[in-house]
DNA sequence: GGCAATAACTTGTATATACAAGTTGTGTTT
DNA sequence: AAACACAACTTGTATATACAAGTTATTGCC
């Protein structure tokens, strides 16, 4: 399983050494003339291959010091993104229920991205789950993802901790961007029952759409939060 | 004005250029061959700027054809930066009315961000505004500068058009950061009036606090968004 | 005119090298 | 022992060059 680029090979296998566990959180990457050395090649591709790593938030730099891996926060850190575990994470009791175990279907025809005709033609894994902070109702999120053959097998376990922290361990998907639309809406019936809100209670109504480190690869979901007692929040 | 280092020159008069209008959302940037004439230098150094411009969103590249600047959100996802005048821009219609002109005043006792000593004693900058798209009233916007030096002096005319934009240009602050929470609430009546929306209608609320590139300077804003018509979108 | 080969562009990957600048440890001097 | 100077590391910036690969315009043929 070689790479077609030397600099991808080296990234690839830093990778796979720290996903492993080979190298430690924050413990120090050989220097850049010593993978020099090891890969026969120059700093200027040790140094393409790092600064992938840095950008999907693997390791990070010191000038003068070195290269290092950074804390576990990177598998969980784009899920700061979700704002879920953020505004709950610590301090709230956090707890999700699955409404919906995944199932190979059709995107919906009116779905809010324009997907691609490779996206359309393959369909989508669907599922749909209910979080709680605090054992309140707060999200009411489905989830749309590409029906790929790299998330084959896929299934109920992969949902029931973070999916994100699944696409990373078990995929090796890196989520390198976020494309969202936010409105504020009256809730319909479903979605206050889920909510145990109020018909026509104001909620929070977001679109996304999840870039990857895998050229076309977007995942997508729709959410509705209950934002009463618990505010959204980002930090980028 | 010089920058220490040379990419950094270059990254900086692109981006200049890009803010200002010169090359315009869409269009494409001098190839990086023509960049190292004008520079008298080598593709590393100006690959180097570009892929700043890069991570921030400014500009994008197609193998083979060239480096464009991007037409969506840049930088941080920012509405109000790139967001008002530039995703609303093109195809729509965006203005801008003052509903307050910058005054001098205190924080507000109950305000949403725990300040610092240093920021209440000095008090803050003051102002609000309505925007517009398609002359529909979509967000009521205030914005709260900290009373600095670095701001003085400041007038109406700093924020007629984009004010980040005037961070930028006028101030030499550029914005590296933001924490947000988001909410969904029901509007209450002057906010409903100005937004020309029916009293409780849902709309976003959200409260902002903007990191700088200048040590302890933040900058705090709050939003209400009639989000009927215009969905909030972010990118990052 | 229509079509295909090709030339002239673009960005992508790669090597080789040099010096600057920040950090750390090793000495030597005091 | 403490202070300083320096050497030996690290990453940061920079130049010069070459070829690969994708895109577009041009050329020349039919």
Known sequence: ??????????YK???????SGQYKTGSKLPSESELCECYH????????????????????KQHGKGTFVKSEM????LLSFKGFSEVVGEEHQAKTTILQVPVYKQFPSDFFYKLSAEEKELGCIYFARLRFADDVPVMLEYTY???????????????KDSFFKTLH??????????????????????????????????V???????????????IYSTLYCNTDKYAMSHNF
Chains 1, 2 share one sequence.
Do not use: W
Request: aromatic share 10%; proline share 3%.
């Open 41 to 60: 090649t120059t700093r200027a591709t040790i140094r393409q291959a790092f600064s992938e790593l840095i950008k999907e938030g693997f390791i990070y």
């Open 145 to 159: 993802l590409p029906n790929n053959e790299l998330f084959k097998p896929f299934d109920e376990q992969d949902i």
């Open 74 to 77: 990177r598998s969980l850190g």
């Open 204 to 218: 929070l109504y977001i679109n996304r759409r999840y870039a990857t480190n895998k050229a076309n690869l977007h």
């Open 1 to 10: 399983m070689n790479e077609k680029f030397l600099y991808k090979q080296v």
């Open 169 to 202: 361990t078990k995929f090796e998907v890196e989520i390198t961007g976020l494309a969202q639309s936010i409105r504020a809406i009256e809730c319909e019936k479903s979605v206050a029952k889920a909510l145990k809100m109020k018909h026509k209670s104001p």
């Open 13 to 19: 296998d830093l990778k796979n050494s720290i996903l």
